[in-house]
């Protein structure tokens, strides 16, 4: 690990070598709109891949090595490669440990070749070690465990460079989604009713953490008090779209009152109504390519100080368990981790310019298809990848290409003993010390406890880069090789 010091985190308002990943322009241009089939007549086709001679599949899913510690942790396509880093308890550029429980990530701003991306933790009080900055900054209740880190990566050489704690004091931040202005809005999923929160904090809330920087730990009330699960923001007009995760959840949208980019001087939030179908239900049996338009309605108590935002959006439409959400290209597409007649998860897409929801998406097999998509990304062509979050084992990163056809990416395959953990810990130390999770008793590979069954989380795509997480036993991945061999 290059050593990358922490002055710079400071200050970094007149730094014109930062930038967000994505430019305000970039966001709003798009590509050209070609409705690919009837399921996915919503999404924009990329001209440039179509012009490319590949097939959707990559190939068979093989056991491949981590170039970092040696060991055998992921299945992909050959030809495909990965190194690891932030291992749960990996001692960080800060000196503290890395916490446990990786989940939502994104690549959010670059400097020269160096990306930075910010990753959550969700974690409360009493897991694992803290998520809180050094000297205090930026920690909203100091007995919470939950938080975010950051981490630079060299694009160029392959390289992770560095990671810190960047935000502390929050509860089970599960994932959230990058600014077109350079930050991360990571989300609290947890609620309570008022005043009755930790320690005498009320929690549920989204934080915002600079890409280069620490967050101010503050909360941004008026985007609501509930049990988040991820952000989309439109760069067109800054107004954030925001996922719930309940079982009876709805689609949010916050719009800012301040300027561009500005988050914290208040705005209004609404919950999305079907037009002229009030609480219409769309948890299940939904046609693929089905079109509703929308309006919104407002929720005069984001806090939920009298009432919780779902109820108060009396006529908003029912989702269930509301998850992964993401820009691309002009539209919104968010996921329903466990809805569909099969509960085995839908995609949606929103419009904010037609003012429309389609439903691009609906698993019918966990096998064949995916089993409980969570977080989601677009990739650079336009295909959806989907972390795995449901009953299969093992857990695979599941892409859904714009012409429907949907097949797997990449498997885990992480199983762990006392002697893969030492190993670790030679490249990364702190590992030993400060892990988390049990591993098996041997030293030879003979008893290896299996996290096949863990999630994936926190899907972000730089250039030719992949950055996903693992959940348990917690560690973030970066996987380049052939991407135009196929769909993403």
């Known amino acids: 690990m290059t050593d990358v010091s922490l ?50 599949n990559y190939g068979p899913l093989v056991p491949t090595a981590d170039k970092a510690t040696g060991l055998t942790l992921l299945a992909l396509p050959e030809g495909f490669e990965y190194t690891t880093f932030g291992w749960t308890g990996q001692i960080q550029t800060d000196q503290l440990p890395t916490p446990t429980d990786h989940d939502g990530m994104s690549v959010v701003a670059s400097k020269g070749n160096v990306v930075a991306l910010v990753r959550n933790h969700e974690l409360s009080e009493g897991e694992s070690t803290p998520s809180s900055p050094r000297g205090g900054r930026g920690v909203y209740n100091p007995n919470q465990n939950g938080g975010t880190t950051n981490l630079m990566f060299d694009v160029v050489k392959g390289e992770f460079l560095s990671s810190y704690n960047s935000l502390g004091g929050t509860i089970r931040n599960c994932s959230g989604g990058p600014t077109p202005w350079g930050t991360w809005l990571s989300c609290e999923e947890t609620f309570h009713p008022w005043g009755q929160g930790s320690q005498g904090y009320n929690h549920g809330y989204v934080f915002e953490v600079p890409g280069f920087g620490i967050s101010d730990g503050q909360p941004i009330r008026e985007m609501g008090r509930f049990s988040h699960e991820a952000v989309a923001v439109d760069p067109a007009t800054g107004f954030v779209y925001e996922t719930e995760d309940a079982g009876q959840s709805a689609f949010y949208k916050f719009e800012p009152a301040g300027k561009w980019g500005d988050m914290k001087s208040g705005g209004k939030l609404y919950g999305m109504v079907v037009k002229d179908s009030p609480r219409l239900d769309l948890r299940g049996g939904l046609t693929e390519g089905t079109t509703w338009d929308v309006t919104w309605q407002e929720i005069n108590d984001p806090d939920a100080m009298s009432d919780t935002c779902f109820n108060q959006a009396t006529e908003a439409a029912i989702i269930e368990r509301g998850e992964g959400c993401w820009y691309d290209d002009g539209k919104i597409f968010f996921v329903s981790t466990s809805g569909g007649a099969a509960g085995l998860g839908q995609v949606f ?92 008793a041997s030293t030879d590979g003979s008893a290896r406890r299996s996290f096949t069954s863990q999630e994936w989380a926190g899907a972000s795509f730089h250039g030719r880069w992949l950055f996903v997480n693992i959940q348990s036993p917690g560690v973030t991945f970066a996987i380049t090789g052939p991407w135009e061999k196929g769909a993403l």
Do not use: H
């Open 349 to 440: 897409c929103y419009d904010p310019r037609k003012e429309t929801v389609q439903i691009i998406f609906e698993s019918k097999d966990a096998i064949t298809e995916v089993d409980g998509p969570d977080n989601i990304a677009v990739s650079p062509r336009g295909s959806i990848l989907m972390c795995e979050d449901g009953g299969s084992n093992p857990k695979r990163l599941v892409c859904l290409t714009q012409t429907g056809v949907v097949f797997p990416f990449a498997e885990n395959r992480i199983a762990l003993d006392a002697g893969d953990l030492a190993k670790i810990d030679t490249i990364y130390p702190g590992t030993r010390d400060f892990f988390w999770d049990e591993v098996g």
């Open 7 to 56: 002055p710079e985190l400071d200050d970094q308002k007149g730094d014109a070598l930062i930038q967000p990943t994505f430019n305000r322009r970039a966001f709003m241009k798009g590509s050209s709109a070609v409705a690919a089939s009837t399921a996915f007549a919503a999404m924009a086709s990329r001209a440039n891949a179509a012009s490319l001679p590949y097939s959707d």
